[in-house]
């Protein structure tokens, strides 16, 4: 397929094809803007951005912006009066005043009215109160009055409780004026099946909260010291605890492991006799096993680095001492070394390897046993 084919399935026609390399050919050359570099100008000229040259040069000048001030200081000045205003959000009347604009239309609304957004809650009649909402300490009027204080603060229950009247109303904490106003709230929604949730709110917890708040609050200084190496010393304790129980899930495994490898086969054709004779022999040598197995290769304490994949590599990598290893069996490991003169260049046998790795391996199981015998005692 030829190129003249690809361009009558694209739908290029010779004409068109012309037209666009005459216009990109007649392109005249722009010139450098005054402010712009040279190296600057040939980087985004003469590239593969030269269509997005123009994004690159500001549209005004600094003469522009000069020329747009001193436009500015000729327009004619527009007049300001200092008008009185009413607030729609307002229902007294009260008026105040403010600098307007002589040209502002009269009858338009206060500009900050729409953010004026009142909190409309549901209310109650005579009967309905009479029929759910009595209470000792409450009356109609004195309900009546703390939903007014609600819905004129919109729920700022710190200016509703500075404003309660208490003199005429009765004398109420804000825990209490909150839950009355929650109870009443959540059975007139629930009664008139009213879009919202139900909000749930406990006084006597809301006390307790505020009362330990105000005692957290009102510490002295050594209170504080004490508290904190009271909670340092916990942390230290419940620290032990776990090693502790660690350790003894530990030594209980090697245990478990020991009498594992200890008790014998089951062959179907044991006597009573044998039975008992191997619980006395169990009982007897409980610690001749234990000494006996628990270097045993059974037990995994210290794996050092396997290399399984093909290809060469040096056999002293094998004795090389894993990297989780703490500083505690290392130095435990250093100090058997040091005990029966082993030198530390050893040559890299096979026999030699599995050896020495496995006297470093019982070093760490017997560190690791009389930490768990300690911490068990």
Not at 86 to 107: I, M, Q, T, V, Y
Not at 113 to 138: C, D, G, I, T, V
């Amino acid at each position: 397929m030829g190129s003249k084919d690809v361009k009558d399935i694209v739908g290029l026609a010779k004409d068109d094809i012309a037209k666009s390399k005459s216009i990109r050919l007649n392109r005249p050359p722009m010139k450098r803007p005054t402010g712009m570099s040279r190296e600057v100008f040939n980087l985004i000229a003469h590239g593969p951005n030269e269509e997005n040259l123009f994004t690159a040069i500001p549209t005004k000048k600094l003469e522009d912006k000069h020329q747009m001030k001193k436009m500015i200081l000729f327009r004619k000045v527009r007049k300001w009066k200092w008008k009185e205003f009413e607030n729609e959000g307002r229902a007294d009347g009260f008026k105040l005043s403010h600098w307007e604009r002589e040209d502002r239309n009269p009858a338009e609304p206060y500009i900050f009215a729409r953010m004026n957004k009142r909190l409309n809650l549901p209310r109650f009649s005579q009967e309905e109160y009479e029929r759910h909402f009595q209470a000792e300490k409450w009356t109609h009027e004195s309900t009546e009055y703390l939903f007014d204080l609600c819905e004129r603060f919109d729920l700022r229950w710190a200016i509703i409780s500075s404003r309660f009247e208490r003199e005429k109303y009765g004398d109420f904490s804000m825990e209490d004026l909150k839950e009355r106003f929650y109870r009443i709230y959540n059975i007139l929604k629930r009664d008139r099946c009213l879009e919202g949730p139900i909000y749930s709110f406990d006084a006597e917890n809301e006390r307790k909260r505020k009362q330990q708040l105000e005692m957290l609050w009102s510490r002295t200084e050594d209170e504080i010291k004490e508290e904190e190496l009271l909670r340092a010393q916990m942390r230290r304790i419940e620290s032990r605890r776990k090693e502790r129980e660690k350790r003894t899930q530990d030594l209980q495994r090697l245990i478990n492991v020991v009498e594992r490898s200890a008790s014998p086969e089951p062959n179907g054709s044991t006597s009573g006799s044998q039975v008992r004779s191997s619980r006395r022999a169990q009982k007897q040598q409980k610690t001749q096993l234990m000494s006996a197995h628990l270097f045993s290769n059974d037990v995994p304490n210290l794996r050092f680095a396997e290399f399984k994949s093909a290809g060469p590599h040096l056999r002293s990598q094998e004795m090389k001492i894993p990297s989780n290893v703490g500083q505690k069996k290392l130095k435990a490991i250093e100090a058997a070394i040091e005990k029966y003169q082993i030198p530390l260049a050893l040559p890299a046998y096979e026999e030699t390897v599995r050896l020495f790795n496995d006297l470093r391996a019982r070093v760490v199981l017997a560190q690791e046993l009389r930490n768990a015998l300690q911490g068990t005692q």
